[in-house]
């Protein structure tokens, strides 16, 4: 009887720390649930910016302000890719006869030309769009059409 007894007392812790690990199992499974449906909307997030990046410029945070990043000229140009004054600025200098200067894209800008300062910001754009392989800025200061 001693020797039931103690066998029984035996089954019985077992059974206890079973039934605590078989707790501890089904919480890290609900966990891994979980966990599986944040990963499931994440790639859907994902997948969903990406096809948005796709079609607009992406948004990028500097200085605590939002910049349009330029991207860089692919072997496939998508110029849809670009905020709409770059593409202005693509437009005026693949329509141009030669290598133009900053100052002409200002006038067909309708900048104030005579006012340097009004100038340097497109002429960053510019340097900008040859850095990324959009236009191509000759020694002399001057752009042309990319590519």
């Known amino acids: 009887m ?18 605590k690990r078989l707790e501890e199992v089904q919480a890290e499974r609900e966990e891994l649930v979980i966990a599986e449906r944040a990963l499931h909307r994440l790639a859907e997030q994902d997948r969903g910016e990406a096809e948005a990046a796709a079609v607009a410029p992406v948004k990028a945070q500097v200085a605590g302000r939002a910049v349009l990043l ?27 006869d030669g290598p ?3 100052r002409t894209v200002g006038e067909e800008l309708g900048l104030e030309v ?7 910001p497109l002429r ?3 340097t900008k769009l040859a850095d990324r392989g959009w236009l191509h800025k000759r020694p002399d200061g ?3 059409a990319g590519r």
């Open 124 to 126: 960053a754009k510019m």
């Open 114 to 120: 005579a006012v340097r300062g009004k100038l340097e």
């Open 100 to 102: 133009v200067q900053v």
């Open 70 to 96: 330029i991207p860089h000229r692919g072997d496939d140009p998508d110029e849809t890719a670009l905020p709409g004054d770059y593409r202005k600025i693509l437009a005026i200098v693949g329509a141009a």
């Open 142 to 144: 001057r752009f042309t």
């Open 2 to 19: 001693e020797r039931i007894t103690a066998r029984r007392s035996e089954l019985d812790a077992l059974a206890e720390e079973l039934s």
